[in-house]
C-alpha cells in the first residue's frame, strides 16, 4: 500500500533532454520520492513521444534498454548529487506528459524498477 507522503524533488521545466541508445527524444519530467509499505521508491519519470501506439516508432524491448541506461546515466548521479537513498528506482517513460496516480487510457507507459548494487542499476522483478 501507498502512503500519501510524495516529495517532488524535481519539476523539470524546462524539460532536460536526455540521449538514450535508441536515439529516440526523451526528457525528465520530474523525479519524486515515494514511500511504499517500508520502502523508499525513487520515481524517474520522463517523456518519451516516440513510444506513443499510434506511432509505433520504439517498442518494450528497444525502450528497456533505454531505461537500464537511463537508471545507470541519469538515477545513479542524480541520486548521488542530492543524496538521496532508497530501496527500489522507478524509471517510466510515457508518450505525454501525465500527472502521477492519475489513469489515463490514451497514455502508452512503460515501466521497470531497479535496485543499486556495487554502484550499478540491477533489473528488479515486481
Not at 540521449?19 to 520530474?30: A, H, N, R
Not at 538521496?84 to 524498477?113: C, H, K, M, N
Request: net charge negative.
Amino acid at each position: 500500500m501507498r502512503t500519501a507522503a510524495l516529495a517532488l524533488l524535481l519539476a523539470a521545466t524546462p524539460a532536460l533532454a536526455l540521449d538514450v541508445p535508441s536515439g529516440q527524444p526523451v526528457s525528465l519530467q520530474e523525479v519524486l520520492v515515494d514511500s511504499v509499505g517500508p520502502q523508499t521508491w525513487l520515481r524517474f519519470r520522463l517523456i518519451a513521444p516516440a513510444i506513443a501506439r499510434e506511432t509505433g516508432e520504439i517498442d518494450y524491448q528497444t525502450a528497456a534498454r533505454d531505461m537500464m541506461h537511463l537508471c545507470q546515466e541519469l538515477a545513479l548521479p542524480y541520486i548521488g548529487e542530492h543524496d538521496l537513498s532508497g530501496d527500489v528506482i522507478v524509471i517510466s517513460l510515457a508518450d505525454r506528459e501525465t500527472e502521477f496516480g492519475v489513469a489515463d487510457p490514451e497514455v502508452t507507459q512503460f515501466f521497470e524498477a531497479f535496485h543499486i548494487e556495487n554502484d550499478l542499476c540491477i533489473w528488479e522483478s515486481l
